[in-house]
């Protein structure tokens, strides 16, 4: 065993790990990330693909939280359009009228969102940002008032 | 007044490690014994002043000294003491605070611990570790100063995310910031040799027990984070593969690899170059860390700073202290002498092959975690990378890395027998094929996952791998068990460590599998007296009431749950809302037993009577909980290492000079 054979066999083991790894990147990129709409988007019919999980994330319209049982009805609105969602399951500690909100699950072919998630916020200061930046696009940003400080 | 102090002791401290970093390289370099001198005593006044500030910051929170911005805005006097005490890292200030208060205490080791050090090697790390000081102090010094003052002071502070008010996340941070800034150590004097051009045996002993204990801490720490948002959070999972979990496991997977790679520099004197970039990956992925989650350009409970010049000075830190090293390295390594030679089939060879699957592993956590950053910054939408993407990524290439892991120890150096080896291994062969069998017919074949006798079976390969290695080490059934027994007693705690924590990792994956494979969920609304069986087990909803806490209200509710009709336990989650800040948060019950947990969660009312609840039957989590105690509890074990103690080479040099004598 030479100096140079254990370079190559050392350089061969990394090009099959990387290798394996980037088809394996490649194709999860393919399947498995999840691509952000806003509601107008999803009304103007922008979303490529029926069936495929998706996030959809805006302001869960005032007064359109309607619980039913264990599952839960709600309309995610940009202030340009508006998509109902049904989630079945328990809603995260910070879930509220008015407040920003990312689902992810399917859209159903009757434009009803099938959320599988809703995510958790840790903060109720907190705006996800592809929401932010979705209400700004839509002209629907304020500023959220700064948070009393004592 | 404590707070000025606390201030200007920071302040002292920069002046102190620019010191530090400037001198002692140049009397390296210059052979001048008194300038490298002074990086000891240095580093000890780094500690000191480092340390008052921390205590006065400490001391102002446990006053709640609200004139300290950082504290009105972080604490309240009705947090329990220990939540005051721990609110001193629960903020962005704070926890930079803490990091560079552990930087300091790794300093200081390396001048209590380090006498027996080449004084060259040994001033050259401690001016590279004060560098990173320099950094971390400036950060602190011009964009996050914990001291600042309020006028006029509130009458009551903010109060801390109730979230973080838990005994589970108030030792998060420490842990995993003693794992991350423990990883400078290697960090340091890999650059410092690479400053000497020498990496030798020597070497890679002083780095080896200090990675060791940065990667117990760190292990620690993301066990602590994981356990912490399982019973927290209320979602019955463990890991969610989110930008800051991601965070903190890249710096683990390079640490792990650089503690094997370490092995192979200490014992064969070969993959030096390998190692040296290892050690400066590590650290520079725990900067990285730091980065994400500190800078907020991922939004996450660990976000605190919102100021975007705090990211851009990280970043720029970042930059220099990952460009510069490598930069040194690609002109220095080559020069580094490469020492034994060996066969792809051998332990080096497996060792290699388990750094080089980490090391890719660590780049795919990397590139899903960084995705979301680019694509958007590219235009190429809004993407978010989870649990699926890391799942088909990730997991098959950890697959190959367990297999080679239960062969990799029991090869010999230098160039293997592999035929042999797997001979020897047909025992854990077999007992895991017997497992994927058993798993499969009792899932009721394909009715459950696919993957998950071929998890059970990997984790009992590893085990079986294991322990083969172990008893051929002890010879036993070969030789008398009276033999066994004293061979036993004489195994190096080295090898121990390495057998306790590989088995850990095996019931890490055996937990793993069972929780993600057979969790079991019933969400609805539940009204009193009403029973839900999950997995066997009956909850009863016996009553709901509201309940008064230290700063909290909470809805309790008590759940009898009883399985096969015989009293099980009584199960009392609650959900609270914080006075201040006033904000829900959600506490489950949970009773662990050897088979699972049995999890319950309270959430609203309905308006039509009952309450939602959640009732969660998780196989196996315990074990993952026990996996990872066992491997912390391996990595002690080889820390105890007599060969690994500090003080070991002069112990050895001066037994060598006995013997010639």
Redesign the interface.
């Known amino acids: ?3 140079k054979r ?1 370079r190559l ?2 350089v061969v ?2 090009l099959l ?2 290798g ?2 980037a088809a ?2 490649l ?3 393919r ?6 709409f806003s509601p107008s988007e999803i009304v103007e019919a922008k979303v490529p693909t029926e069936g495929r999980r998706i ?1 959809l994330g805006g302001l869960v319209e005032q007064g359109s939280v309607v ?1 039913d ?2 599952s839960v009805k709600f309309r995610v609105t940009d202030g340009a359009h508006v998509v109902p969602v049904v989630y ?4 995260p ?2 879930f509220r009228e008015g407040q920003g909100v990312v689902t ?1 699950g399917k859209l159903g072919k009757d434009g009803v969102f099938q959320a599988a998630e809703v995510l ?1 916020k ?3 200061n ?1 705006m ?3 929401v932010a ?1 979705s209400l700004k696009k839509s002209g629907h940003w304020q500023d959220e008032k700064k948070v009393d ?2 | 007044m404590i707070a000025e102090i606390g201030h200007f002791a920071l302040i002292l401290a920069l002046a102190v490690a620019l010191i530090q970093a400037v001198i002692p390289l140049v009397g390296a370099s210059r052979g001048n014994a008194t300038w490298m001198g002074l990086a000891g005593p240095a580093s000890v006044a780094q500690m000191l002043l480092v340390g008052i500030a921390f205590a006065a910051l400490t001391h102002a929170y446990m006053t709640s000294d609200f004139s300290v911005l950082n504290v009105a805005q972080n604490s309240h006097t009705d947090k329990p003491m220990l939540y005051k005490v721990t609110g001193v890292w629960g903020n962005h200030e704070g926890s930079l605070l803490l990091w560079i208060t552990i930087l300091a205490l790794f300093g200081l080791a390396v001048t209590l611990f380090g006498a027996n050090l080449p004084p060259g090697l040994k001033a050259r790390a401690l001016a590279v570790q004060a560098m990173i000081t320099v950094g971390f102090l400036l950060f602190i010094l011009l964009t996050s100063n914990p001291f600042e003052r309020l006028d006029p002071p509130p009458m009551n502070g903010s109060g801390l995310n109730p979230l973080l008010q838990d005994p589970g996340l108030a030792f998060h941070p420490p842990f995993l910031y003693l794992g991350y800034v423990g990883f400078s150590m290697a960090f340091s004097f890999a650059i410092a040799a690479l400053i000497e051009g020498k990496v030798d045996a020597a070497w890679a002993r002083w780095v080896r027990p200090w990675t060791l204990a940065a990667w117990i801490f760190l292990t620690l720490g993301i066990a602590l984070g994981s356990w912490w948002a399982y019973y927290e959070l209320g979602w019955g999972g463990w890991w969610y593969w989110d930008p800051v979990e991601n965070a903190s496991f890249m710096p683990w997977l390079a640490g792990t690899a650089l503690l094997h790679s370490a092995v192979v520099v200490e014992k064969r004197d070969s993959l030096k170059s390998w190692t040296i970039l290892l050690a400066i990956v590590a650290f520079g992925l725990s900067l990285l860390g730091t980065f994400l989650v500190r800078s907020g350009v991922i939004t996450s409970v660990h976000a605190f700073a919102t100021d975007p010049a705090r990211g851009v000075f990280i970043l720029g830190l970042l930059i220099f202290a990952v460009g510069g090293s490598f930069t040194l390295y690609a002109v220095r390594a080559p020069s580094l002498k490469t020492g034994g030679l060996f066969a792809p089939v051998s332990r080096e060879g497996a060792l290699l092959l388990n750094n080089v699957l980490m090391a890719t592993g660590a780049g795919t956590v990397l590139l899903g975690t960084l995705y979301p950053l680019f694509a958007d910054a590219l235009d190429l939408g809004k993407v978010s990378v989870g649990p699926p993407f890391f799942n088909s990524v990730f997991l098959p290439l950890m697959v190959p890395m367990v297999l080679a892991m239960a062969a990799g120890p029991l090869l010999s150096w230098k160039r293997g027998d592999l035929a042999g080896v797997l001979s020897r291994l047909s025992v854990a062969a077999v007992a895991a094929l017997a497992v994927a069998l058993a798993t499969w017919l009792w899932q009721g074949g394909s009715a459950g996952p696919w993957w998950a006798a071929g998890g059970m079976a990997l984790a009992v390969w590893l085990l079986g791998g294991t322990i083969v290695e172990w008893a051929e080490r002890i010879r036993l059934f070969r030789a008398p068990l009276a033999e066994s027994l004293e061979r036993m007693g004489k195994l190096p705690r080295s090898s121990w460590g390495m057998t306790i924590t590989h088995s850990g990792l095996a019931l890490l994956i055996i937990g793993m599998t069972a929780s993600s494979a057979w969790k079991l969920e019933s969400v609805q609304t539940q009204k009193l007296g009403e029973t839900i069986t999950v997995a066997g087990y009956a909850f009863t909803l016996t009553q709901v009431e509201d309940i008064n806490g230290a700063n909290y209200l909470a809805t309790q509710g008590t759940f009898k749950v009883t399985k096969d009709g015989q009293d099980f336990a009584i199960l009392q989650p609650e959900k609270r809302v914080y006075r201040q800040p006033p904000r829900p948060t959600t506490e489950a019950a949970i009773v662990s037993t050897i088979l699972g947990d049995v999890y319950a969660v309270i959430g609203d009312a309905v308006p039509e009577g009952g309450w939602v609840t959640r009732l969660y039957f998780n196989p196996l989590v315990p074990w993952m909980w026990a996996g990872c105690l066992v491997m912390v509890l391996g990595g002690l074990m080889s820390l105890s290492d007599r060969r690994h103690r500090i003080g070991a080479p002069t112990r050895a040099r001066a037994a060598v000079q006995a013997a010639k004598a």
């Open positions: 065993m030479t100096r254990r066999y050392f083991l990394g790990a990387v394996t790894a394996l990147v194709s999860a990129l399947q498995d990330i999840v691509f952000f996030r619980k049982g264990a079945a399951g328990l809603l500690d910070l992810e958790a840790h903060d109720e907190y996800p940002k592809e930046d400080k004592p």
